[in-house]
């Protein structure tokens, strides 16, 4: 298993926590920098022609991309822990969940879309920090609702750990990297923390990682 990241990716940062969840341990983490733009490189673009990390290799075959699929190719190949409920209701919310963070929140944040605000139209880093700031508050106030549902537990669906954690996981790192004040978001603040206290969680944290700075 080959696996391709870089510590401020919060979408490899889902992969890790799952990883770490499941046991597993890549023969081969190659580092790719956003921060040097070497996600553009044609080394990397052979491997994921959409340039973004993170990236799979797992025996034959070409390699596997977008952190969700990658996770639930993991839980397939995986089983346990799961990290999907059994019932159909409950994976969906699961996933809807999950999706907030991965699918309308991230991708507006990510370093090609701030470096194109800051080329294209000009955007100085101030301005470009508050297009991030509201983006990732946004995904926060609907996660917020959503988590004073019943369904929720000690973790995001019920008492379980699930891909939904993990992606609320990554919000909070993010909410870390773009200076977001958590304390409107107590629902939300308190499912972190609790994923926060298990290991697979801590350990895959991206200033755990090599290469990362102290702190942000």
Known sequence: ?????FWRSLASYRVRIA????GLTPDEIIDVNLMKGQQREEAFRKVNPMMALPALTD???PALFESLAIIEYL???HPNPPLLPKDPKGRARVRGLAQIVACDSHPLVVPRVRE???HE???DEATVMKWAQHWHGAALAALEINLRDKATGKHAHGDQITIADICLASQ???AGFFKVDLSPFPNFKRVVDACMQNDAFARAHPLKQPGAP???
Not at 1 to 5: G, I, N, R, V
Request: charge should be neutral; avoid cysteine; charged fraction near 20%.
């Open 1 to 5: 298993m080959k696996f391709f990241s």
């Open 19 to 22: 990883m770490n969840l499941k």
């Open 59 to 61: 025996g034959d075959g």
């Open 75 to 77: 839980d397939e190949t």
């Open 116 to 118: 194109y605000l800051a």
């Open 121 to 123: 139209f000009k955007f």
């Open 172 to 174: 909070g790192a993010g």
């Open 214 to 216: 102290a702190t942000v």
